[in-house]
């Protein structure tokens, strides 16, 4: 098993930034991909970024630009960098990981995911 747990997240003005955490514990020898991804109340969740073990990144059109995904193997931490905030950034924020090796060196199918991190954009 897994565990995922965002932290970061907060009241901001827009136009600020805020720097989002998450870190996996658990079984974990290694995960290939990493991401983030947001949903606002009746809507589906978007893929913000994702980033793998060798640090290729990949980014939704519209998140080009003011967020920034990062990682660091060796804490098994994902974290995403979001600049200039607007109100229309205002969600919940979850991160997920897949591709995951437990340290036995099998291979655990599962795609795991974070409760969430809220983050709210006042004008």
């Known amino acids: 098993q897994v565990q995922l747990v965002e932290s970061g997240g907060g009241s901001v003005q827009a136009g600020g930034s805020l720097r989002l955490s998450c870190a996996a514990s658990?079984?974990?020898?290694?995960?290939?991909?990493m991401g983030w991804y947001r949903q606002a109340p009746g809507k589906e969740r978007e893929l913000v970024a994702r980033?793998?073990?060798?640090?290729?990144?990949r980014y939704a059109d519209s998140m080009k630009g003011r967020f920034t995904i990062s990682r660091d193997n060796a804490k098994n931490t994902v974290y995403l960098q979001v600049n200039s905030l607007k109100p229309e950034d205002t969600d919940v924020y979850y991160c997920?990981?897949?591709?995951?090796?437990?340290?036995?060196?099998?291979?655990?199918?599962?795609?795991?995911w974070g409760k969430g991190t809220p983050v709210t954009v006042s004008p």
């Open positions: 658990g079984s974990i020898r290694s995960i290939n991909v």
């Open positions: 997920n990981a897949a591709g995951i090796y437990v340290p036995s060196g099998y291979y655990d199918g599962m795609v795991y």
């Open positions: 980033i793998t073990s060798d640090g290729i990144t």
